[in-house]
């Protein structure tokens, strides 16, 4: 894996100055058109860092500007680094001289602490992070009596991140943007939010953009010192600039409109962060007169991957247009493969990869990369198989995400009930009114009497030790508890996860969360349930978990890359393999349904990213069937495949494996799997006395699992304190000193004092003297 701009360069022309010697001629154009809008139009893998770093060393080198007059702004603080180094290694230290050389942020935040009293902030003001914004927000909304569990703080916290993106300050909302959060509160809850930062003397990430926005707006003679300030404007993926960060930028540039952008309108993949790709389209028409440089030769993939890539792209209406070529060796087609199902293309993928692994090939330049997280669990599970080391990058491996690890949470709990960190994670989530005091409670008791968690909690339910509120929402997850073991017994692993999954509000939960990573959160839970259906007893599913996890622990030698498509932007591997290119999965039904063509035109510009990540071989892959929902459903190959042009491509089909099992299983039903049976069969289960404490803790006298080795079932059982009797004078920490006037095993009900009667545990008092 490496960066997009270390490929090969032309011969060094003897004539040109060094950072320019080894530049092709479009290159070497856009360095050297210094005066006016320049437009670099820079296709996939044609060394676009190189000509923006040379250009910025030669308007340094010649004089036209002090490093000190050139403002260069990037998207990531990796990218401004880079630049940095490269311009460095052309004109030396006077690179440090650069104090305008940086992210949109940092650039603003930096203006900003000269201008803050100009928006109501002090210089020193803080920046908050997300944490911060998310508490804030909380809090307001509970402020004004909304219903947080309707309106949750992540949704308004998205929504004002979309405004600031937009440009739009919270009088600029128009009817539909106020009615977007708790029918018609948008835009006071934005002017609030705003108000109380203002008195924190703070901001947040969006802030630093648009108070600068707004300044330059309402302040003539700011937005004039720094139009005269920078002499040349110097902007790096212009293609996923919001509409923030582009009027900004115009602003600028308008006075001495020395601006030079570089991207490509065919890799802008980034709408649903606020950017915008007609910000690049319409650059000719807000600088008349802009020189439009195309960077057409590739370096990096053969003509037969960039064939198919150009192809598939040319169905797009919204582009500028440029065709990529290349003089590298002509190479393979593109293979599309058809595979039976989703097990299948896992497989053939693993298989390939071992090939090239025999042929000498490093694993680090093989990458897998789909479209969603969720699709990396068939491949994680299969690599663990066959023993081929891979990585994740830009997430979590699947068994690590928060989502998936809260529902084996909760499985763990439902097999093993003396499992107490499980129990500990998933006990107010979601939440159930039960804080970090009443945690300690429990592990209190646990800790005097040697109880589990849920046995101590259950104690703790026949008590006053903790508040009415907590005892019921805890009895009540016992209680479900009790349910879910009862079920166990009757249902298949999957099922069971799907009925924890609903009747915990985990789902709910979920739901109403509106932030972009929910909906990917409910996938990885639907493809948790879709594993668990190849496994029949909860207890093997578990123990497979366990090994996969044991196996990630390791981190040595090579690994397979496997990542999103959006995250695997700038990257390049030799070997790529895009799977799931069916309807519905690629192009995602989801932004198809919520953004119409234009999420099409984005999903088709994905592709010809994928396409373009990898240099030697690209393989395509498309299930005719996948598990979706516990559903089989058959599969659509992607419109991308027809557009892929006929000449570029070999296609191959195999229908092994799974389609062997269904014709020998085949029988004349209408459900072709009417077959496979989806429930287990009911198993007797002699319920004695004791049997819901037994469901509910998993400890009883008469039916527990021994949590320790030589320890007996007894020895669980909750036993009364020989050193306190009826009429006994005790102390509570909580309710004072009172006197025992019942007594139950370890319960005892005690006339405090000042606190009057209580019901509570043995442990939690002490004899009083």
Not at 270 to 275: F, M
Not at 668 to 690: I, L, N
Not at 746 to 764: C, Q
Request: with cysteine.
């Amino acid at each position: 894996m490496s960066s997009s701009t270390d490929h090969p360069v032309p011969a060094k022309r003897d004539d040109a100055p060094p950072y320019a010697a080894r530049l092709n001629q479009p290159q070497r154009e856009a360095v050297l058109t210094t005066e006016g809008p320049v437009l670099m139009l820079a296709g996939a893998g044609t060394g676009k860092t190189a000509a923006l770093t040379s250009r910025l060393a030669h308007l340094i080198a010649t004089r036209r500007a002090w490093p000190s007059e050139i403002l260069c702004v990037t998207f990531t603080n990796k990218a401004a680094r880079e630049m940095r180094e490269r311009v460095g290694h052309h004109i030396g230290d006077a690179v440090e001289g650069m104090p305008w050389l940086g992210t949109f942020h940092s650039v603003c935040a930096k203006m900003l602490r000269r201008h803050a009293e100009l928006v109501g902030l002090q210089s020193n003001y803080t920046i908050i992070d997300p944490d911060d914004q998310l508490r804030l927000l909380k809090t307001l909304i509970q402020n004004n009596d909304i219903d947080d569990k309707r309106w949750p703080a992540r949704q308004l916290a998205g929504l004002i991140d979309r405004w600031k993106n937009r440009g739009l300050n919270p009088g600029n909302l128009d009817a539909v943007e106020n009615e977007s959060f708790a029918n018609g509160q948008g835009q006071a809850m934005y002017r609030l939010y705003q108000d109380r930062l203002k008195a924190l003397n703070a901001c947040d990430f969006g802030d630093l953009l648009l108070h600068m926005l707004n300044i330059f707006r309402k302040e003539r003679d700011v937005l004039e010192q720094y139009q005269q300030r920078f002499k040349y404007i110097l902007v790096d993926e212009y293609q996923d600039t919001n509409a923030v960060q582009y009027l900004w930028l115009r602003l600028l540039a308008q006075e001495r409109k020395n601006i030079c952008v570089v991207g490509d309108d065919d890799q802008s993949i980034y709408s649903w962060r606020g950017a915008e790709v007609a910000n690049i389209l319409r650059f000719e028409k807000d600088f008349p007169g802009a020189k439009v440089v195309k960077l057409e030769q590739n370096y990096r993939s053969t003509p037969q991957i960039l064939a198919a890539a150009s192809g598939l792209i040319n169905a797009n209406s919204q582009r500028l247009g440029k065709t990529l070529w290349t003089e590298l060796e002509h190479g393979e087609k593109v293979r599309v493969v058809g595979v039976w199902d989703g097990p299948e293309e896992a497989r053939r993928v693993g298989e390939e990869i071992e090939r090239l692994e025999r042929e000498g090939a490093p694993l680090d330049e093989v990458a897998i990369l789909v479209r969603a997280q969720y699709q990396t669990r068939e491949f994680e599970d299969r690599f663990i198989q066959i023993g081929i080391n891979y990585r994740i990058i830009g997430g979590f491996r699947f068994y690590e995400r928060a989502e998936i690890r809260d529902a084996l949470a909760y499985l763990r709990v439902i097999a093993q009930p003396q499992d107490d960190l499980a129990f500990e994670r998933i006990y107010n989530q979601p939440k159930r009114g039960l804080g970090a005091k009443t945690l300690e409670k429990m592990y209190s008791h646990a800790r005097r009497t040697g109880l589990p968690l849920t046995a101590a909690s259950l104690d703790l339910c026949d008590s006053d030790e903790i508040p009415a509120r907590a005892k019921a929402s805890l009895a009540g997850l016992l209680r479900q508890f009790v349910h879910w073991r009862e079920q166990a017994e009757l249902v298949t692993p999957a099922e069971l996860l799907r009925m924890v999954i609903t009747e915990s509000g985990y789902d709910e939960m979920l739901q109403a969360d509106r932030s972009p990573e929910s909906a990917g959160r409910l996938e990885n839970l639907s493809e948790l349930a879709r594993a668990m259906e190849e496994y029949q007893t909860l207890g093997d599913f578990l123990e497979h978990v366990a090994l996969i996890m044991d196996n990630d622990a390791r981190d040595d030698g090579e690994k397979v890359t496997i990542m999103t498509m959006h995250a695997a932007k700038g990257l390049e591997f030799n070997h790529v393999f895009l799977p799931g290119w069916e309807e519905g999965v690629f192009p995602s039904q989801r932004s198809l349904d919520e953004g119409g063509l234009a999420s099409l035109e984005e999903e088709r510009r994905l592709a010809y990213v994928a396409i373009t990540r990898a240099r030697r071989r690209c393989t395509i892959l498309h299930a005719a069937n996948r598990r979706i929902y516990g559903q089989w459903t058959s599969s659509i190959p992607s419109r991308f495949i027809e557009e892929l042009p006929e000449e570029t491509i070999e296609s191959e089909t195999t229908l092994t494996g799974g389609a062997s099992l269904w014709r020998a299983n085949w029988s004349e039903q209408d459900d072709p799997f009417a077959h496979v049976s989806t429930s287990r069969p009911e198993r007797s289960s002699a319920r004695g006395p004791g049997w819901q404490r037994a469901l509910a803790t998993g400890y009883d006298t008469k039916q527990v699992r021994v949590k320790e080795p030589g320890r007996s079932a007894a020895s669980y059982a909750a036993k009364a304190r020989s050193d306190i009797a009826l009429g006994a004078r005790v102390f509570h920490d909580k309710f004072g000193y009172g006197t025992v006037t019942e007594q139950d095993g370890n319960k005892l009900e005690i006339e405090f004092e000042k606190a009057g009667t209580k019901r509570v545990i043995d442990s939690f008092v002490s004899v009083a003297d």
